[in-house]
């Protein structure tokens, strides 16, 4: 009975617990791009640092997602297209070593994207050179983001294959360069880019449906077993 309740412990918390993370591909039944159900996160936990003068302002815990459209990519080598979209920024502000405010704001960005290598006419297997050259949000009141003109935001999206037909493993990222603007002063750019890698957007209610699946099924076979060995203790039929 020890040995079964630790491990119905063991299985909820390997369900429950996030797991740290990964550079891992992004599985999905489109192409096109950005792909839709993803999101950029920062491994960092600096994603990006603003100083003047005597003001020191971080913006950390970066999450991008909810892009609202995606474009199917160039289909042959050489070939570019700007995609515009609309999508979510979601983090926390620090200034001057203070409480983090958080904020999950509207972001209106482009993406420059050219096929530099794979079979022309094919997504699978093609490499992807990307440019951010617009991201713009209010963080909150008085504090926007944007990005820096003169630093090249680049990255690179490969579409693999290895899997059935229709389904595609994206991997993707960027290393962005910001300016931060306060009170519509001066931008003040960032002290260094900041990595960002596509990872699946998490879903919490499928997750915690899916634990009380599994954990309810083992709690009914362990019932069940402890019932037939009653059974069988009494001798009943």
């Not at 640092?49 to 909810?66: A, D, Q």
Request: proline share 7%; with cysteine; net charge neutral.
């Amino acid at each position: 009975m020890a040995n079964t309740k630790r491990f119905l412990l063991v299985l909820a918390l390997a369900l429950i617990l996030p797991a740290a993370p990964a550079r891992a591909d992004f599985i999905t039944n489109s192409c096109n791009l950005p792909p839709l159900g993803g999101q950029y996160v920062s491994p960092a936990m600096a994603h990006q640092l603003y100083m003047m003068g005597g003001l020191t302002v971080e913006v950390i815990n970066i999450r991008h997602f909810g892009f609202n459209d995606s474009f199917q990519p160039p289909p042959n080598v050489g070939g570019m297209t700007m995609e515009s979209f609309g999508s979510t920024l979601e983090g926390d502000v620090i200034m001057n070593g203070g409480t983090a405010a958080h904020f999950a704001v509207p972001a209106l960005v482009t993406v420059k994207l050219t096929k530099v290598s794979g079979t022309d006419g094919m997504a699978i297997g093609s490499t992807y050179a990307t440019q951010m050259t617009q991201l713009d949000a209010t963080l909150m009141p008085g504090v926007m983001i944007s990005i820096d003109p003169t630093m090249a935001s680049t990255g690179q999206t490969t579409i693999n294959d290895g899997l059935p037909q229709g389904f595609y493993r994206i991997t993707s990222f960027f290393d962005v360069f910001t300016d931060l603007s306060l009170n519509g002063g001066a931008p003040i750019p960032a002290m260094g880019s900041g990595h960002v890698e596509l990872q699946p957007v998490a879903e919490p209610v499928t997750l915690t449906l899916a634990v009380v699946g599994v954990v309810g099924f083992a709690v009914g076979a362990w019932r069940s077993r402890r019932s037939r060995n009653r059974c069988l203790t009494s001798r009943c039929s």
